[in-house]
């Protein structure tokens, strides 16, 4: 399956759903906004919405700093 991540062609094994993707890339959910195909969606979503080929994400993670 291929994917585009943050502007980046990804290509991934098996097809993976919002929270398997953030997972395999090491992110915590919590930390981290995703934008699918131009739409934000909301934590409680990740595990019910199943990436297709060819989506495409933004995903913006959160740090501390000051």
Known sequence: MDLCVNGQ???FPQ???VEQLLEQLELKPERVVVELNREI???DRH???QLQDGDTLELIQF???G
Request: no cysteine; proline share 7%.
């Open 9 to 11: 062609s990804r290509e």
């Open 15 to 17: 097809p993976l759903n």
């Open 41 to 43: 969606l909301t934590i």
């Open 47 to 49: 595990a019910d919405i």
């Open 63 to 65: 740090v501390g700093g």
